[in-house]
């Protein structure tokens, strides 16, 4: 089976954020890494960030620099580096305009966004790969469709109500 057999393309992606961000639970997210070795995770947690309406999402403050690639249809990757030393990886999603995203927060046995940027490698190189296209980065469709349970979002509290208690947050039981 060659690694295309069963990659989602970007129609999966190009729909609403809250949709996508549970269906991508036990999606298999495949990384070819420098080296020329693939390894392959299986998405256990993630997020959603819903364009400029969200006021936790990057987006809510309009078009910049660092969030152009949120701005383009659902598809690409978007990261971005926190605390000077973690890459968060995020899917965009929607059609252009909507600014909306996914942030990965957990593979099996790696718990924690930034434990996953580190597990995969993350950098500034990745900002807008294309993962309908990407040879370093793909999501594989398992099959699965895993039950999960909801959670308000993680280290949002400058959001506000209602923001801080949107169940945007999805975990496989």
Known sequence: MT?????????FFQREVTEVAPDLLGKILGRRFEDGTIHKFKITETEAYRGGEDKACHANKGLTPRTKV????GGLVYVYLIYGMYWMLNFVTGETGDSSA????????ISGPGRVGRALQLDKTFYGEDLANSTRMWIEDSGLKPQYTTAPRVGINYAGEPWISKPWRFIVK
Do not use: K, P
């Open 3 to 11: 690694i295309d057999s069963v990659r989602l393309t970007n129609s």
């Open 70 to 73: 949120m701005f383009d249809e």
């Open 102 to 109: 996914v942030l990965i927060r957990g593979v099996e046995g």
